[in-house]
Every structure is written in C-alpha cells, then in structure tokens.
Antibody, heavy 120, light 106 residues
Framework: EVQLVESGGGLIRPGGSLRLSCAAS????????MSWVRQAPGKGLDWVSV???????YYADSVKGRFTISRDNSKNTLYLQMNSLRAEDTAVYYC??????????????WGQGTMVTVSS | DIQMTQSPSSLSASVGDRVTITCRAS??????LNWYQQKPGKAPKLLIYAASSLQSGVPSRFSGSGSGTDFTLTISSLQPEDFAAYYCQQSYSSPRTFGQGTKVEI
C-alpha cells in the first residue's frame, strides 16, 4: 500500500527547532518529487517546500533560510528541519507526493499530518 | 506568485443538489489546475488534476472544467459524504499556490 506517515510534531517555544519525519511505503521517495504543505488552524493550505528527484530543493519565502527539506534514501524517509520557529509557523504539517501524469503535477498521496505548535 | 481565488467561500446545499465552485487564477495557467477535497481532521484528497481529469477512484459525479484563468468544479448530485472543504491549486509555476477554500455545508 502506498502510504506516508508523518511524525515529530509537538509544542515548541519561539526560536526553537523541530525536525519532522515522513516515512514512505509502497514507493521510493527519491524517485519522485516530495513536498511539505502546512495548514494553520482554521485556515487554508500553504505549500512550504519541495525536493525534486534529482535533489534540488525549493522553499516558500516565509520559511527560506529557516527550514531545510531533505531525504534519507536508505530509510525511504523525507524530513523537514525547522529552525528559528515563530508563532506563525503553528500548523498541521503534511508531506505529500507529487504525481506527474502526462506532464502535469498534483499532490496525489498525503500523510495524515503532524501538528506543530509554537508558543511560549 | 500566482494568486488563486475561489468563490464562494462557503455554500449551503442539500443532498441531491448540483453544486458549482469556481476558481480564478491571477494569470493564465492553461489547464494546470487541481482540485482537492478535505474533510475535518483529515488530509486533503486529490479529486481532479489537469483541470478536468478525474483521479482514479473518485466518483464520476465530480467534474472539472476550464482553462486559462477560470475554472469550475461541479458536483452533479451532492451526496452526504461530499460535505467538506474544497481547494483549487495551480501547478503551472512555483511556488504552488492554493485557493482559500470553499466549505460545502448542509
């Protein structure tokens, strides 16, 4: 079964760091694009970061310089290292797989989400 | 960044109703438009990609149309399990951006 399972969320103080994990099964994370998408409480969806199959990485301006996306091919796991956390980073964080049928691109598989709360 | 604007933000409907949600892009995006459904406390689910292609396993009462800047998601006959939030998302350029969502309520 194709599946993504996130972990690592929790309560963290402003300025702190947290690392989220996203374990994949049923496919290989290094063979496709993988993204992190977040959703603040009661709000909409907000793309955070992507890692391409070739290893290139890109970030939303709001997290650039603070967050780092990476993957461990041996563990088939995606990561999001979050540093210098702010209250506005409070959200449910989802990892998502990109499907690219016929040149298009969509998030076809999502994890269940992990909650990150930044508060003193 | 490409801005995506959905309307309405919420709507009330009954089982069996035909429901239409619109999404407008701030610039032309051809048919690089996806639709997702999200139920409370759950992850989003892909419904439609490339503006009108139905994702595998999605009921045929869902359909999408449009190109350029204006797009539509239609539910032909609303079912109890369709009460949820719906989001459009452009895949024309980075960063990928979403609409603000449309909540379909009873």
């Amino acid at each position: 079964e194709v599946q993504l399972v996130e972990s690592g969320g929790g309560l963290i103080r402003p300025g702190g760091s947290l690392r989220l994990s996203c374990a994949a099964s049923g496919f290989t994370v290094s063979s496709t694009y993988m993204s992190w998408v977040r959703q603040a409480p009661g709000k909409g969806l907000d793309w955070v970061s992507v890692i391409y199959s070739g290893g290139s990485t890109y970030y939303a301006d709001s997290v650039k310089g603070r967050f780092t996306i990476s993957r461990d091919n041996s563990k088939n796991t995606l990561y999001l290292q979050m540093n210098s956390l702010r209250a506005e980073d409070t959200a449910v964080y989802y990892c998502a797989r990109h499907e690219q049928p016929n040149g298009y691109d969509a998030f076809d598989i999502w994890g269940q989400g992990t909650m990150v709360t930044v508060s003193s | 960044d490409i801005q995506m604007t959905q309307s309405p933000s919420s709507l009330s409907a009954s089982v069996g109703d035909r429901v239409t949600i619109t999404c407008r892009a701030s610039q032309r995006i051809s048919t690089y438009l996806n639709w997702y459904q999200q139920k409370p406390g759950k992850a989003p689910k892909l419904l439609i990609y490339a503006a009108s292609s139905l994702q595998s396993g999605v009921p045929s009462r869902f359909s999408g149309s449009g190109s350029g800047t204006d797009f539509t998601l239609t539910i032909s006959s609303l079912q109890p399990e369709d009460f949820a939030a719906y989001y459009c998302q452009q895949s024309y350029s980075s960063p990928r951006t979403f609409g603000q969502g449309t909540k379909v309520e009873i």
